[in-house]
C-alpha cells in the first residue's frame, strides 16, 4: 500500500518537473509553429478557393480537384476571414 502511494506521488512529481521544463524550454517555439500552421493554411485555402471571394488565383480545375479535401474546412475558414478584428488579437 505504501509502495503504491510513494509509486504515484513519484510519478506525478515527475510529470510536474516534465510540464515545468516543456514550459521553460518549448512552450513558446510550439505556439509559434501553430500560429505560422494556422497561417499557412488560410494562404492554402485562399489560393484554391479564393475564387469564392472573388480571388481567382489557382484555375478552376486544379480548384475543383482539391474541394473534397477543402470542403470540411470552408466554413471556419470564412468565418476565421471576415472576422472583426482588434488591435488587442495582435498581441495573441
Known amino acids: 500500500m505504501k509502495n503504491e502511494k510513494e509509486k504515484k506521488l513519484s ?3 515527475k510529470e510536474a518537473v516534465k510540464g515545468i521544463f516543456y514550459g521553460m524550454s518549448s512552450h513558446g ?3 509559434y509553429m501553430l500560429k505560422t500552421r494556422m497561417y499557412l493554411e488560410h ?3 485562399l489560393i484554391t478557393i ?12 486544379y480548384s475543383l480537384k482539391l474541394l473534397p ?4 474546412n470552408i466554413k ?3 468565418r ?5 478584428r482588434d488591435i488587442t488579437d495582435m498581441l495573441y
Open 43 to 45: 494562404l492554402l485555402m
Open 11 to 13: 510519478e506525478e512529481a
Open 50 to 61: 479564393g475564387d469564392m471571394l472573388g480571388i481567382p488565383i489557382l484555375p478552376p480545375y
Open 76 to 78: 471556419t475558414w470564412k
Open 80 to 84: 476565421r476571414l471576415f472576422k472583426e
Open 29 to 31: 517555439m510550439v505556439r
Open 69 to 72: 479535401y477543402m470542403v470540411p
